[in-house]
């Protein structure tokens, strides 16, 4: 059984219709890239998968539970977490504060199980090599170290299942090795992650498989060497090739 499975899934706003019956699905520990142009109805799917849009028709299903209309907080107690393109870190805050308000929306239980909270939080930093910035206000770090920190601090809330939406966005060659080597990691943890991206070659080093997306239906998947050779893909990206 996949961990998350959409089924014929469609989405009308005020007569326009966004998505036209996608259907998909994302085993556990899976690294699966969305891509497609602007328009497509990636961000748009992700509104749905993780419950900031109800569909117009069709279902949602993880670890075999419909949640087509479950809340985005049950979603989340659930292990989805969504990292969302604009960031979204307390930029007034320290990078600790950023980590420890993520710890302590965990539950009472779980928080236990940690142990020594700071310990954690230290750990955290340290593992996307920020500690040395714990005291600083998280809004003067670049924006690949704020993108770093999201993604950190989202593993460190006890998600399990990640929609990461243009992690590298903004984000200079040398912070976006950083991010990749971290989604690597969640994968070696065996989480499982679902990135819209609009940097090919990225999306071909680190996916076990891709999906592709346009005008609001899926239109390919394959693993990443088999899509960039296809010519639906050429021709949506007019040209532009995985490498």
């Known amino acids: ?125 340290d593992m996307v090599g920020l500690l040395s910035h714990a005291k600083k206000k998280a809004g003067s770090l670049s924006g690949g170290q704020m993108r770093l920190l999201e993604i950190a601090r989202t593993l460190k809330s006890g998600k399990t299942f990640f929609l990461l939406d243009e992690p590298t966005a903004g984000v200079s060659p040398k912070m976006t090795e950083q991010v990749a080597d971290l989604i690597r990691q969640l994968k070696i943890e065996g989480k499982t992650v679902v990135i819209i991206e609009h940097d090919l070659p990225f999306i071909s080093r680190i996916c076990d498989r891709v999906i592709v997306m346009d005008v609001g239906r899926v239109v390919l998947t394959g693993k990443p060497q088999e899509v960039k050779k296809s010519k639906e893909l050429q021709e949506l990206y007019f040209g532009a090739e995985l490498v």
């Open 1 to 125: 059984m996949s961990l998350l499975s959409v089924s014929h899934l469609s989405l009308t706003i005020q007569d326009h219709s966004i998505l036209h019956g996608v259907s998909l699905s994302v085993d556990e520990g899976e690294i699966v890239g969305l891509i497609g142009p602007n328009g497509s109805g990636k961000t748009t799917l992700f509104n749905v998968l993780s419950g900031f849009l109800k569909p117009t028709s069709g279902s949602v299903h993880y670890r075999g539970q419909d949640i087509t209309n479950v809340s985005p907080s049950k979603r989340a107690k659930l292990g989805i977490g969504r990292v969302f393109q604009n960031f979204g870190i307390f930029r007034e805050m320290t990078l600790e504060e950023n980590v420890l308000v993520a710890l302590e929306a965990l539950p009472k239980q779980d928080r236990k199980n940690l142990g020594n909270l700071k310990d954690v939080v230290h750990g955290t930093l």
